[in-house]
């Protein structure tokens, strides 16, 4: 029978899954301490634990405290170390947003899997901003055209569609971990360009607007 431990139910980074998490290796600086003239005794410090998610298989890395008396009942306080959580894009809409978060879950599964969903939130940034052209770069390229995004975003979203292909198609090759900061930082470059600098100057206007109204 495996004597392999398990930590509460955690929400994987690498994934999105919540679940119990195997506990891989423990560091801990847990004492027992015991009050002078008192009877009472306790254990109190703090730990740290790599887990492995029972779903992809990542490893994260958690800080906690544990005290017997405040935490016996409702588990030790933690804080996630490793790995960060995916930084949020401002302003996608939620079809978008919900296509690239789901692109983010098969991430640490397959490569190809996830250039393939990064273009098809290309696809739907296209669909949104109406753009014209019976393909993917014709699409792209009219979007530079009426300046929703400068030409060289575009000659890199063309590189994002090209690996998208790539992943599509066995037969044009195979993606590997090395192209995922590539296809991250494309695809973070593009959305941000696109949506999140649009709703930031709103959001700086809305609180400029908001201040002059407050004027005397």
Known sequence: MSDTKFSSALTCNHCGNKAPMAIVSKYSRIRTHE???SPMVWDEGPFWEMLECPA???????????????HDETGPDYELLYPAKAKLIRGLPPGIAKSFEAAQ????????????LLGRVLDMVCID???NGDSLFNRLKDIAD???MPQQLA???HQLR??????????LGELTDAEIPILESLSNAILEYVYSAPALVQLVQSKID???EKKP
């Not at 098969?106 to 250039?115: G, H, L, Q």
């Open 35 to 37: 009050h002078e003239g």
């Open 56 to 70: 992809c298989k990542g490893i994260s890395f958690i800080s906690g405290y544990w005290h017997e008396y405040i």
């Open 105 to 116: 879950k098969v991430k640490p599964i397959d490569t190809n899997a996830f250039a393939v």
């Open 129 to 131: 901003k109406k753009a």
């Open 146 to 148: 009426k300046g929703i």
């Open 155 to 157: 000659d890199m979203a």
């Open 162 to 171: 090209q690996l998208r292909n790539i992943g599509a198609h066995a037969d």
């Open 210 to 212: 908001a201040l002059k």
